[in-house]
């Protein structure tokens, strides 16, 4: 707030993250590394969608973040009601 926006797509961001992160390690059977890496590369990625319009074009950031959150809450409202059942049965057991 005090540098002139706020994020409103976190919330988004943290979903979309945490459907495919469980649906890389329950769905696909991945190791917990390489899904912890992959999920902080999705959540990059998205922060990387918001960040360079107002970085670089200079865009304000509550209304890109606003479009960014319909978006990313779209593609994640999408793929819930399809993939929920697989992602909720794990394949594999893990310590972690």
Do not use: C, E, H
Not at 15 to 35: E, K, R
Not at 76 to 85: A, E, G, R, S
Request: charged letters at 5%.
């Amino acid at each position: 707030m005090l540098a002139g926006g706020i994020d409103l797509g976190v919330g988004s961001n943290f979903a979309l993250t945490t459907f495919l992160s469980l649906g890389m390690f329950n769905a696909l059977g991945w190791p917990v590394p390489i899904v912890i890496g992959l999920g902080v590369a999705t959540g990059a990625l998205v922060g990387l969608v918001n960040g360079l319009p107002v970085g670089y074009l200079r865009l304000r950031a509550l209304l890109t973040t606003l479009v960014t959150l319909i978006i990313v809450r779209a593609i994640v409202d999408t793929l819930i009601p399809k993939y929920q059942v697989v992602i909720s049965n794990p394949t594999q057991d893990s310590t972690a």
